[in-house]
Structures are given as C-alpha cells and as structure tokens.
C-alpha cells in the first residue's frame, strides 16, 4: 500500500516519535510510506524506505475563509485565540494543497492523521483513499476538559464534531484515551481501535548497572512544566539529595519560567547547590532522539509526575531499558505502568507521595533492579516494534478494504487558492 503520515514535528516530542515508529513498522512491513512534517530542524532523516516530505506552511490568503476569520487581531485580542491555532491551521491547511493532487489520481491508499491537526476540516472532498485519524491528546479534547473556553474555540468544537465523520476510522493508544474521545466525538467506543505507541527495544536496552548500595541514579526526561509536574520535582528532588548523599538527578529537556527567567530546572539546580548538592544534580537540554537511550541507561529511577498523559513514551521507553518507574496515576499512565511489578503509581501533584515511593526504590536496589527487569520484558512483549506492527497494519487494512466496498470514487474538487 502507498500511505501517507501527517504530522507537525517529528522530534522533540511524544507524538513525532509516534509517527516515526509508525513509518518504521509499516515501512517493515513492505509498505511504501511518507511523512509530511513542517520543515524545521530534525535530527530524523529519509531512509531507504521512508520519504519525508516538508510542508510549507501557506499564507493566511490562501487559506480557508474560516481559517481567515481565525486570524483577525481583533478577535484575537477579544476572544483570546491561541496563535498557535492560527500556525496549525495554516500547516492543515498547507497539507490539503499537497495531498489534493495525490488524491485526485488514486496515488494513496491511507492517510494517517495524528491529531493536533484541523485537517480533518479539510476532508470531505477526499473520497479515493481512506483517513485514519489517531487521537492521542487533541487540543479540542483538552478544551473540553476546560483549559480553553475561548467563545471562537467553542464554535471550532463543534465543527470539529461534525467533520470527524468524513474520517474512516479511529484508533487511540490507551482505553483511558478511547473513552475520553468517545464522549467528547460523540461516538461508540468500539469504532476505536486501542493501537499502542511502540519503542525499539533493540536501541532502548538495558546496560550494566554498576551503582551499588544506595547509590541510585533519578532520571527525568523531557519538557520540564507546570504540566509535566516539575513543582513537583522542585519539591521532591532537593530533599531526597540531603537524605541520601550518594543519589544523583539527571534531567534532560527543556524547561519553562516559574517567575521571570527563572525556570524550574534553574530552581531544582539553585537548591540543590545551596544545601551543598550542586554536583550531584544536572539539567542539560535536549538530546537529538538517537541519542535520548543513552539517557534513561545513564539512570536506576525513572520518575514522571505528570498530571496528564494520553500514553506517555518516556515511560515505555524508561522501561524498555529496564528502569523502575515512579510515575503519577494520571491519564493513559496506569496502562503503561504496572503499579508494584514496573514502576509505583501515586496520585498527581502529591508531593509526599513521590517522595515516598522514590525513597522506598533509592533504599531497595534489589527490588528496584526486579521491577527494572520486568519493565524490560513487559516492554518487549507490548510495545515493541514487532508486537505493534500487526495491529497497526490490520487498522490500515480495515480502514482500506472498509472505503472500497462501502464508497464509490467520488471526483475531487479542489476549489482554486
């Protein structure tokens, strides 16, 4: 089959990773796949077997007219539009005018559209080939949940809702996630398959541990936020460095201001070093993603206190290299993480709670190098390239052989831009 993957970034963030593994397990397979991304630095490059393709973004003129409506500065000012929805439209809208022409002439099979993305606006004039949409944290759904109630976003809800039909089908990476798009899209949760993320074991592997006694090492990676619970490590971390002299903290991303240009990496950093700790504690920024392994294998202790994850692949890929996880019971997480046999779970933003946990994992090497083991095998049984692949195909297939026998080619119309 000829498929084709849209996202944003493909590096730098949980979702990119997504799409690349998907590339990589679909190319495996024998398919012949492109990734369409917005042309910014990556470290990821075309393979042998996968065409990345950059998008460039289109002018506000030539976009759609509602998307025009979208970039008034007076309603952005009165209604408070997120900019950022405005640059995401424009990349939607951006891949329509690419894929149109391929559309027209039977060149694709499947599009897979990870969300984030407004291009299922776009859809209903695409009838030759069959749209997937993966749902694994849409900003709509997170404006349901009430982190956005903008009147203009509100409206854009309920668009969203009615165009979501034009998909094919639907697949997201945990049940927790399924369920929440099931309500929010107003549909039955069996029409969306449960597709896993994946994680190469064979790069993310264990490597000998070599620290002993009480002498763990804490790893945190990626965006260092509010979000992601870094209050959480700034109350957690410089405490656990003065009860044990030996533990070390390693966190790799980048970080957000508290207050002015203070973030809360420069903050852990400051305590750490004024109770006599700051060479036992490390914030560097982020590393190119075929490199990100080394990280989690420098470290005993994964720890994410997150207060929402629709999956979390920091937390596959921690366990793929055979650490224990010290995570939050949030979203999709509980799935990932078996609580007591890979990891602890504790409520979010519980700051006693993850003290606890870690102190209990710092003082019990064996019981942490136990659960690190069973993260690996778990790892390898769930989650890696070769277990996901099969599922992954067969929702293509479905998605393919369903659009043949229940759509007659319809012509594309293409309005002039």
Request: net charge neutral.
């Amino acid at each position: 089959m000829n498929l084709a993957i849209v996202v944003r970034k493909l590096s730098g963030g949980g979702l990119g990773i997504a799409a690349w593994n998907q590339a990589r397990m679909l190319s495996g397979l024998g398919h012949v796949v492109t990734v369409l991304r917005e042309p910014v630095h990556d470290s990821l490059k075309s393979t042998d077997t996968i065409q990345i393709q950059d998008i460039q973004k289109v002018s506000a003129w030539r976009s759609t007219i509602w998307s025009i409506f979208l970039r008034s500065d007076v309603l952005k000012c009165r209604l408070n539009i997120d900019p950022l929805d405005i640059d995401r439209d424009k990349y939607s809208a951006a891949v329509r005018r690419f894929l149109a022409p391929k559309l027209a002439n039977g060149n694709l099979d499947a599009v897979l559209f990870l969300d984030g993305l407004d291009t299922h606006l776009y859809w209903h004039t695409y009838r030759t080939c069959a749209a997937i949409m993966g749902i694994h944290g849409p900003k709509h759904i997170f404006t349901h949940l009430g982190l956005d109630a903008a009147p203009v976003n509100r409206w854009l809800d309920n668009v969203s809702r009615r165009k979501i039909r034009h998909m094919n089908t639907f697949y997201a990476p945990t049940r927790m996630m399924r369920d929440l798009a099931a309500g929010y899209y107003r549909m039955d949760a069996s029409r969306i398959d449960v597709i896993p993320n994946a994680v190469d074991t064979d790069r993310f592997r264990p490597v000998e541990n070599t620290s002993a006694n009480l002498a763990a090492r804490i790893v945190y990676t990626g965006r260092i936020t509010f979000e992601k619970g870094a209050d959480t490590l700034v109350a957690v971390i410089p405490p656990l460095l003065n009860q044990f002299p030996d533990l070390t903290f390693l966190m790799v991303g980048d970080s957000e201001p508290i207050t002015g240009d203070e973030t809360y990496a420069d903050r852990i950093v400051s305590m750490a070093k004024a109770d006599g700790n700051g060479d036992r504690v490390r914030w560097q920024a982020p590393v190119p993603y075929e490199d990100i392994h080394t990280v989690y294998q420098k470290g005993d202790i994964f720890v994410l206190p997150t207060r929402f994850e629709s999956f979390g692949n920091v937390c596959i890929e921690a366990q793929a290299v055979g650490l224990a996880v010290v995570a939050s019971a949030a979203g999709g997480v509980p799935e990932i993480v078996a609580d007591g046999e890979t990891g602890l779970l504790v409520p979010p933003s519980d700051a006693n709670a993850f003290q606890n946990a870690l102190t209990k994992l710092i003082q019990n090497p064996a019981y942490r190098r136990a659960m690190g083991a069973a993260a690996r095998q778990r790892a390898q049984r769930l989650w890696s390239l070769d277990a996901v692949a099969p599922k992954l195909e067969a929702h293509v297939l479905k998605a393919v052989n369903g659009l043949r026998t229940a759509l007659s080619p319809r012509p594309l119309h293409v309005a002039d831009e």
